[in-house]
Nanobody, 122 residues
């Protein structure tokens, strides 16, 4: 049974920093592209960042480029999202996802976590 469990969410001030973690189990973690998505109330789930199986390539949404960093530790079966200088518009529920051919689309991921809430105060 595949499980993805996010942690690290909470309340952060604009301009601060926060690190999200996602621990995976039940799958061969190093075989999967890992992604972070987010969903704000009344909005569609949107791509934030993704990282290839060995961490060699990373991709970001334009809205977070230069502020957020995705990384992974295959020995720990964990993917991270370092959020620097967050803005109030980054407030959302953040989800990690695993996909054999994960891209920037929701449908390209096979497994999802339950999400962790991030609230950025101004």
């Amino acid at each position: 049974q595949v499980q993805l469990v996010e942690s690290g969410g909470g309340l952060v001030q604009a301009g601060g920093s926060l690190r999200l973690s996602c621990a995976a189990s039940g799958l061969t973690f190093s075989n999967y592209v890992m992604g972070w998505f987010r969903q704000a109330p009344g909005k569609e789930r949107e791509f934030v960042a993704r990282i290839t199986w060995n961490g060699g390539r990373t991709y970001y949404a334009d809205s977070v480029k230069g502020r957020f960093t995705i990384s992974r530790d295959n020995a720990k079966n964990t993917v991270y999202l370092q959020m620097n200088s967050p803005k109030p518009e980054d407030t959302a529920n953040y989800y990690c996802a695993a996909g054999w051919r994960g891209s920037a689309t929701v449908i390209s991921y096979d497994y999802w976590g339950q999400g962790t809430q991030v609230t950025v105060s101004s």
